[in-house]
């Protein structure tokens, strides 16, 4: 079965430190890949995909095919980056559009 | 635009009782999802919908039912509660043209607890 793996259910790092969230992803083919996010008392939010090639709030990601992995980094961590992160694949299967990872729990300390 | 709104925010049901979620967009989106949310295990997608008076089993939609009468809502039913359905359950919609594939829009999410 498809699946998307995020194998750090916590992690926390201190303000300014450079921050990793892993993900892994089983798909065969060429994925498409996402990372979500939701801060306290929002909702949740996409926050980037991997397909733009961009860095939103200074966060990136790189698809590694070779590794199936889409890890999720910033440089210099700020405490508003503290969030639940989850990374999300288009599903190979007929219409169920995302499949989630099960979560990231970020805590960036002062 | 109040996006994505989910009734009620919180729930408390006994065992074997039943009751409906209701979401609601206003964004005139043609896919709607449901997801709950448990500790350690992610989102998981329960049912969808592609359009008005369609549906679809998504990957967990046992002892779950909805329906898409209205092109704007969508309604997730439980017909007789287990304490293995507490959860926080977020519904979601997305343009299927003229925005971005695959950004989904959640609402702000129901939190349900059976006892």
């Known amino acids: 079965a498809q699946r998307v793996t995020q194998p750090e259910k916590l992690l926390s790092v201190f303000k300014g430190a450079p921050v990793e969230l892993k993900c892994n992803y089983s798909?065969?083919?060429?994925?498409?890949l996402f990372w979500y996010v939701q801060y306290s008392r929002q909702r949740l939010q996409l926050l980037l995909r991997?397909?733009s090639r961009e860095s939103i709030k200074g966060f990136t990601a790189d698809l590694n095919k070779g590794e199936t992995s889409f890890h999720l980094k910033k440089p210099f961590a700020q405490e508003e980056d503290s969030a639940m992160y989850y990374c999300?694949?288009?599903?190979?299967?007929?219409?169920?559009?995302?499949?989630f990872g099960e979560g990231t729990q970020l805590t960036v300390n002062p | 635009n109040a996006g994505v709104t989910q009734t009620p925010k919180f729930r408390v049901l006994k065992t074997g009782q039943s009751m409906t979620l209701l979401c609601a967009q206003d964004?005139?989106?043609?896919?709607m999802y449901w997801y709950r949310q448990d500790p350690g295990m992610g989102l998981r997608l329960i049912h969808y919908?592609?359009?008005?008076?369609?549906?679809a089993k998504g990957e967990v939609p046992d002892g779950y039912n909805v329906s898409r009468l209205k092109k704007q809502n969508f309604l997730l039913g439980l017909e007789s509660a287990a304490p293995s359905q507490t959860s926080v359950y977020f519904c979601?919609?997305?343009?299927?043209?003229?925005?971005?594939?695959?950004?989904?829009?959640f609402g702000p999410g129901t939190r349900l607890t059976v006892t």
């Open positions: 999300a694949q288009v599903s190979e299967t007929s219409g169920s559009r995302l499949t």
């Open positions: 798909y065969s083919g060429s994925p498409e």
């Open positions: 979601a919609s997305e343009a299927a043209s003229g925005g971005l594939p695959y950004e989904q829009y």
């Open positions: 991997h397909i």
């Open positions: 919908s592609v359009g008005e008076g369609t549906t």
């Open positions: 964004m005139n989106h043609e896919y």
